[in-house]
């Protein structure tokens, strides 16, 4: 008989963790996206979370929702997906899986597809309703990107850092 440990997080926890914890690496004042993309053999490939690109200053840009096009982020805002996509560094993402934090608009979904990953695990769908996510979801489906909704454990899970 085993005597290992029989409350370790799944990998789906651990996963979505992660993609949680690089969220909150965003100085976003209003909204906090994190993204992990994983092998099929469970390998954290790449993170990342939503910013502006290098090089262009946290302070220097606006990080407002409200206002004229070039005063608000929108413009200027590179999504958690597109960064997890960019910062990888290996051959290929083909037939990995996405962990985010908040469903992918209709760009991040372009670019998820093109970069081959198959499964989308999504905590959040608060934007289900707008145009940008039900274009998303049409091309993913139409692309065979499968997506489905991390199922909460409300595990509490306490890291001191």
Request: hydrophobic share 35%; proline share 4%; charged share 25%.
């Amino acid at each position: 008989m085993s005597d290992k440990r029989q409350d370790y997080i799944s990998w789906d926890e651990y996963f979505m963790g992660v993609a949680a914890l690089s969220a909150m690496r965003s100085k976003d004042p209003n909204t906090q996206v994190g993204a992990c993309i994983v092998s099929q053999d469970n390998k954290i490939l790449s993170m990342g979370y939503n910013g502006f690109p290098r090089g262009c200053s946290d302070d220097e840009f606006p990080w407002c929702r409200e206002g004229e096009p070039l005063e608000n982020k929108y413009f200027y805002s590179t999504h958690s997906e597109l960064n997890a996509i960019l910062n990888y560094r290996g051959a290929s993402l083909e037939g990995a899986k996405m962990y985010v934090t908040l469903f992918p608009c209709n760009e991040c979904a372009k670019a998820i597809i093109q970069a081959g990953i198959k499964t989308i695990v999504y905590d959040c769908d608060k934007y289900a309703d707008t145009p940008s996510v039900i274009a998303s979801k049409r091309m993913l489906k139409s692309a065979g990107v499968t997506f489905y909704r991390y199922e909460r454990t409300d595990r509490e899970v306490t890291i001191s850092l």
